[in-house]
């Protein structure tokens, strides 16, 4: 008996070893990769169906400061933490020669919201003009913004079109991983626009247009989506905020004298709607004496004071005359309203805007200060090893927030997402989005932001 039970012992001791050393010998990572020329950190983890961080996780030196990859390096290829398990021996026979199939079920291959998302880009990707490399910029961001979403548990297949301006949009049609999609973003040419609404109608993919175009398919196609408008109905748009916000104001519009200008057609249109109100403003001139300049501000209300162009050499005469009228009467209340163009001489006029109570009107505000806009615009530095560019709006921060909008409304409200107010509830870092719906037709982004700059010396960003 003492002998049988020495004997167990022994077996348990041998299949232990046996199992110790089995998993030993379990390989830690999935393979080695050898980096080649221009590949990155982004484009590997893309590659193995990893994420940026469980690649680092699994190559400590690339947190070291400064580190970079090199042709020729090899690196870990970790094993994906949310790899699916295989089919333990119950679930497949011994005497089962075929593949084994898995029932997938009927709704997971039609409904988007419980299954990856099948997204399409058709912009112009390449580095021959500016068009190309804002939109290469614009399609990394929306890289970044999948790669993040896959840490959420929403996953993405994305397919990309190099369509150029002199590009027929047809023969990208016909690729029948086009017909696939459930989503293209695209076009960035107003004549593209009917053929991808047509072929989305078809086939019924959303296209979620990315910038400003000029289109009647947006009034009667239920399948778009666009972001920005054409300045005419952005200076409406601006226009209802302006008379909401500043009711109670005194306007001053000051003539600059430039006659390249186009602000003109909002000064018309701001004027006639004032006029519409019965509230009563002044027109002054840039070359006016102290004395009419100054007859033009009320010393009772708030004075609004309107610019007619968007130049900076007239910006800075008009705060110069300004400076020269606080100096004489600092009794009245000053407030500027400007043009989204002035967010590019921020750098050099944020004195004044703080000074004057500044108020510039924009669709996107990039708050440069921001750790969110710091830690992307580090993430990208690091993913494409190069900056992003020296541009408003930031177009990776523009492709991150309309890529990461978009595919989580349509993960949590598959083919019946709108971009509503508040559907998604994802915070912008640069692009406020908020879509209503034209009529019968498609979905328009009515969102405003009034970014202000206070005399205190701090900004703040008024959405509407």
Known sequence: MMKRIIQY??????????????????PQFRTRHEVKRKETIFGISRTYGITIQELIAANPEMNTPGYELKKGDYINIPWPKNQPQAPTPDQVTASSQQPTVYAVPTQSKTDVRQREIRVGVMLPLHKVNGDGKRMLEYYRGVLMACDSLRNNGISTDIRAWNVAEDSDINTFLQDPKAAECDVIIGPLYSKMVKPLADFATRHDIKVFIPFSINSHEILVNRNLMQVYQPQTEQNETIIDRFMSRFSDSHPVFIDCNDTTSQKGIFTFGLRRRLETQHIAYKITNLNSSEAAFFS?????????????????????AAMAKLNGLRLTHPELRISVFGYTDWMLYTRYQLENFYKFDTYIPAPFYTDLQSPKTERIMLKYRWNFHTDMMQALP????????????????????????????????????QTPLHFERIGNGGLKNRSMIFVHYLPAQYTETILF
């Open 9 to 26: 012992f022994l077996m348990l001791a041998v299949m232990a070893f046996v199992t110790e050393t089995a998993l030993a010998q379990q």
């Open 296 to 316: 033009s501000f009320s010393l009772a209300k708030q004075n609004i004071v309107i610019l007619n162009t968007g130049r900076s050499k007239e910006l800075n």
């Open 394 to 429: 930031r177009f990776a921060i523009t492709g991150f927030d309309h890529a990461y909008f978009l595919l989580k409304g349509l993960h949590m409200y598959g083919k019946d997402f709108s971009g509503g107010a508040g559907m998604v509830g994802y915070t912008p870092i």
